[in-house]
């Protein structure tokens, strides 16, 4: 991840074999930073960068150009009904060169229950729990 002049975070990341490059814009993660204070620390920035690079699931919504990325980061009762902490950066393409990301954030969810069900698979790593 690196901050352009404007104050932009991008980051750089493969996705099913071509570059991409994300970017949350200042004004947008000034925005977001307020209803999820984690997003302030760089801890979580690298966590955004890795459900980016390495995605559990990508999906796509109903709005043409929208991706959603999905990265497991916990796991508790593995046994019985799994319930995941999960990394969830819906992104946007308008034609452009490079992808919006309009927020990211994190939740709890039974794992069978974290995909929106009128969201689409485009992508799913083998063996994930969601």
């Not at 043409?64 to 508790?76: D, L, Q």
């Not at 992104?91 to 974290?114: C, D, E, H, M």
């Amino acid at each position: 991840m690196t901050t352009d002049k404007d104050g932009n975070l991008v980051f750089k990341a493969v996705f099913k074999e071509q570059n991409e490059t994300f970017l949350f814009t200042k004004e947008n993660y000034d925005k977001h930073c307020k209803k999820h204070s984690r997003l302030k620390f760089d801890k979580y920035l690298e966590e955004i960068e890795k459900a980016l690079m390495d995605p559990d699931r990508v999906t796509k919504g109903p709005n043409e150009g929208k991706r959603t990325f999905y990265k497991v980061v916990k796991i508790i009762n593995p046994k019985f009904n799994t319930y995941v902490e999960v990394w969830q950066v819906p992104t946007f393409n308008k034609g452009k060169l490079f992808n919006i990301i309009s927020t990211a954030y994190t939740f709890w969810s039974p794992s069978w229950r974290v995909i929106h069900h009128l969201e689409e698979k485009i992508w799913e790593k083998e063996n994930s729990l969601i």
